[in-house]
């Protein structure tokens, strides 16, 4: 099992671009996230899904969309990049009755 | 939704004392509290959970206490050694599958 994966881990896009973040996890887990990480600051709830072909906000979602059209993967799409989106970004999975399993992180700045 | 607060945000001790990280959470439906460890620049880890059914769990040096009616729970680590330094999060959730709201963090330093 490779767990949860993503890509790509480090990314500078400039004001205005566009780019889609990849998360695929291969545990068959119906629920997924997506969490921001400012420096120093928590972990921020963007988006998450609990299965295929369901999705719903969390507290950070404007300026993100998402999709989910199958179990495994769960990707996070930024339109028209700003510096506020400048983070790490977390996507996550859970089974049924355990804890997230986190992916490694993609660093994104905006300049 | 539930708000979730930790301290202290930062915590220095020596190496071999205990550590103890506190939580507090504000939906009395939150039954499932785990947390997670953060080296620099890697992704959290899960640690410890416990859920609401149980008061406390140990692993090793690890352990944690939940009190339902305070609506607090804590992490306790002992004999702390230096690659016990990290950033520790906390979290509640309130079924499976619902999100983790999770604390602002607390940065220990573990001195040799």
């Known amino acids: 099992n490779a767990g949860v994966t993503q890509t790509p881990k480090f990314r500078i896009l400039k004001i205005g671009q566009s780019m889609t973040l990849q998360c695929a996890q291969d545990?068959?887990?119906?629920?997924m996230y997506w969490y921001r990480q400012d420096p120093g600051m928590g972990l921020k709830l963007i988006y998450y899904s609990v299965g295929a072909g369901i999705t719903d906000k969390g507290e950070v979602p404007n300026g993100y969309n998402v999709s989910r059209s199958t179990t495994e993967d769960f990707p996070l799409r930024l339109e028209l990049a700003a510096p506020s989106q400048t983070s790490v970004y977390f996507c996550?999975?859970?089974?049924?009755?355990?804890?997230?399993?986190f992916g490694s992180g993609t660093r994104l700045t905006v300049v | 939704g539930e708000n979730v607060e930790q301290h202290p945000s930062t915590l220095s001790v020596q190496e071999g004392d205990s550590a103890v990280i506190k939580c507090t959470y504000s939906d009395s439906a939150s039954n499932y509290f785990p947390w997670y460890k953060q080296e620099l620049g890697k992704r959290p880890q899960l640690i410890i959970d416990i859920r609401s059914n149980v008061g406390e769990k140990k692993d090793q040096r690890i352990a944690v206490t939940l009190n339902k009616t305070a609506k607090h729970f804590s992490l306790h680590i002992t004999e702390t050694q230096p690659e016990d330094s990290a950033v520790y999060f906390c979290?509640?959730?309130?079924?499976?599958?619902?999100?983790?709201?999770f604390g602002t963090g607390t940065s220990l330093t573990v001195i040799p």
């Open positions: 996550a999975s859970r089974g049924e009755a355990a804890g997230y399993t």
């Open positions: 979290a509640a959730s309130t079924g499976t599958g619902n999100q983790f709201y």
């Open positions: 545990m068959n887990h119906n629920y």
